[in-house]
């Protein structure tokens, strides 16, 4: 290698005066595909030469440990080659020492291990190596080195997960049919590495000799509950060493019950924050990064994390700052109910059965904060864009069965309007009568568990009601989307036409309707639209159908608006909102195309529809015309 030889001289110059400034063109020219074809012994002798000038290094470690990277990056140099390097590496000390260059460099040499099972048992066989990875990623000052220390312990976890046994060896009497990695046993069957994680978090130690301050003491639990919320198993729901465990109050339970419901103090209101976001992201089947199999899985009644969390007392006290705001103090209220609408928001889309479950107040206690908070909101509030966006996120995530008109409480989505026009609201809309995906599970009735398509007819039956009520919709849906000079407000508005246009629709049921969800049946919904005809069945048809086939179709065969005469120039600006609105149009127009030939290959109706399309297709995004000096469309507000 040409570029060794000068390298190497370098390095050893600047180790043996630390004020010799870093040559960083020649170091940048020893790049990935010089060091992929290191012969060992370069590689080794580079590595050893980059250990020896760190501690000592008087200016910006960053090429010294760019390069060590690059060194260690190929996929053929594994962990055990840098077990091999002579003097061995100390682990212990790189990760002890007060430097973050030296932390970061032998973190890049240990994240080797977490690439083979095989290498994470051997770090796991040495204690103080894992323990002061621990201490190091809790307690350092440098977000890089935590951040990296994160990836490095969960690496070493994932590379040693469960393994399950052969069937023949599980029965009913064995508890646990799977067994932990050493790295997992290291971790969690430690006394001392498994007790450092509840000391270095516990407040009661703060300031105390040998322990972290309540500041160094509040990272450490912010990263520790980024840690368990990616970890999901009985490893860190049950109780591991009670000893541990119950010298820092917790009864029953591992490391979550002392993380969940005992670390924090709550009168640290952003603290507090960030324990009601961890709620929420403990919620979703599959936050887990390490996939271990002996939790059971989650359905749309519960999962072991949502049980968790009502049986801790956790789900209520979360839901109570959106829910029930009076309760609280008014500057928790000011901090937490975006955080409470968050959870709810993640909750309700996640189990849909449990809450519509009767014997649950929680949504009807929504319906009635939704309806409070758009009950009689003004034009001017939606005009300026002054809406309560955590509420709106509330409404999109509820299932579509309880947004049904009732007498109480109101049905907030009818408060939800389309003039003035508001992004926020288009938005909302377009979520609600889109349906669920197509692979979507469909089921949310409480009492109908084998019932498919609610979610899919009530999006279809919400749009008709909704329709009914606001038969101009789309008259001001177009203008909107015709403002080009409010971008965000246009697209949104495209963005409505395109999820009414893709929608996932079906029939309504004529035999089942649900008191809690006041749902309608098929024949029902008709009356309710005043017609004796079967309304259109999918969102393609609906906008075949009176009102939107006055309104949408036009606006979808038009051209869009171009222009670069503006007062005080910004044409730059301008037009590329305009190209930006027009694309959205254009993939809308195409989506309608694709879905009405469906409707010609079923029907053999609507050709001419088809051939309209086409023929606006054919001319591209902007039209296929040089047109300038035309308007931007303006709302009276």
Request: proline share 7%; with cysteine.
């Amino acid at each position: 290698m040409e570029l060794y030889p000068p390298v190497l001289t370098h390095l050893e110059e600047v180790t043996a005066d630390p004020t010799v400034p870093l040559n960083q063109d020649l170091l940048g020219k020893f790049d990935g595909q010089v060091t992929e074809h290191l012969a060992s012994a370069e590689r080794n002798a580079l590595l050893n030469q980059l250990s020896e000038l760190l501690p000592n290094l008087q200016q910006d470690p960053s090429p010294v440990t760019a390069l060590i990277e690059l060194l260690v990056r190929p996929a053929n140099y594994t962990f055990s080659d840098i077990l091999g390097i002579n003097p061995p590496v100390d682990f212990s000390a790189g990760l002890s020492a007060p430097h973050s260059a030296i932390n970061l460099v032998t973190l890049i040499l240990l994240h080797k291990a977490s690439l083979q099972r095989s290498d994470a048992g051997i770090v796991a066989g040495k204690p103080n190596v894992v323990s002061s990875l621990v201490r190091l990623w809790l307690s350092t000052a440098d977000i890089a080195v935590a951040q990296k220390a994160h990836d490095v312990l969960l690496g070493l976890l994932t590379a040693d997960e469960r393994i399950q046994q052969p069937e023949t060896v599980a029965h009913e009497n064995l508890r646990e049919p799977y067994h932990h990695g050493l790295m997992w046993r290291r971790l969690f069957k430690d006394k001392d590495i498994y007790g450092s994680m509840f000391s270095m978090c516990d407040l009661a130690t703060a300031g105390q000799p040998e322990q972290l301050s309540k500041n160094q003491k509040s990272a450490a639990q912010a990263r520790l509950l980024d840690m368990l919320v990616r970890l999901d198993c009985e490893s860190i729901r049950n109780s591991q060493i009670p000893e541990v465990e119950q010298r820092y109050g917790i009864q029953r339970g591992g490391i979550l019950d002392f993380a969940a419901t005992a670390m924090v103090d709550r009168d640290d209101v952003l603290m507090h924050m960030l324990l009601v976001d961890f709620y929420a992201e403990l919620l979703p089947p599959g936050h887990s990064e390490v996939k271990t199999s002996e939790i059971s899985a989650p359905t749309p009644h519960s999962s072991s994390s949502l049980d968790f969390l009502i049986d801790r007392g956790l789900h209520s006290r979360s839901l109570s700052y959106y829910l029930e705001p009076n309760r609280h103090s008014s500057m928790d209220v000011t901090y937490l109910y975006s955080r409470s609408a968050n959870y709810l928001s993640v909750y309700a889309s996640l189990y849909p059965i449990h809450f519509l479950d009767t014997a649950s107040a929680t949504a009807d206690a929504t319906l009635r904060r939704l309806s409070d908070v758009f009950f009689g909101m003004s034009a001017a509030t939606w005009a300026h864009a002054q809406v309560p966006t955590h509420d709106l996120h509330v409404l999109a995530s509820l299932p579509r069965p309880t947004l049904f008109p009732r007498p109480t409480p109101a049905p907030p989505l009818f408060d939800i309007p389309v003039t003035p026009a508001n992004a926020d609201a288009y938005n909302v809309l377009a979520t609600v009568f889109r349906g669920p995906p197509p692979d979507a599970s469909q089921d949310v009735h409480p009492g109908a568990s084998n019932t498919p398509g609610l979610e899919s007819s009530s999006a279809r039956a919400l749009y008709f009601l909704y329709l009914e009520q606001r038969p101009d919709m789309w008259v001001h849906i177009v203008k909107a989307a015709e403002t080009v000079a409010i971008k965000d407000v246009a697209i949104a508005a495209i963005g409505l036409i395109d999820a009414v246009i893709t929608a996932n629709w079906s029939l309504l049921s004529e035999s089942i309707s649900s008191p809690k969800t006041e749902m309608p049946t098929e024949h029902q919904l008709s009356e309710r639209c005043h017609t004796h005809q079967r309304l259109p069945l999918s969102g393609a048809l609906a906008m075949l159908t009176s009102p939107s086939l006055e309104t949408v179709l036009p606006f979808l065969f038009r051209p869009p608006r171009l222009f670069s005469n503006l007062v005080g120039g910004g044409k730059g600006d301008v037009e590329s909102a305009a190209y930006l609105v027009a694309a959205a149009k254009y993939a809308t127009a195409k989506r309608l195309r694709d879905r009405v030939n469906e409707l010609v290959e079923e029907t053999g109706q609507f050709s001419d529809v088809v051939s309209a399309l086409n023929r606006r297709l054919a001319v591209g995004i902007m039209g296929g015309t040089g047109e300038v000096g035309g308007r931007v469309g303006t709302l009276e507000l």
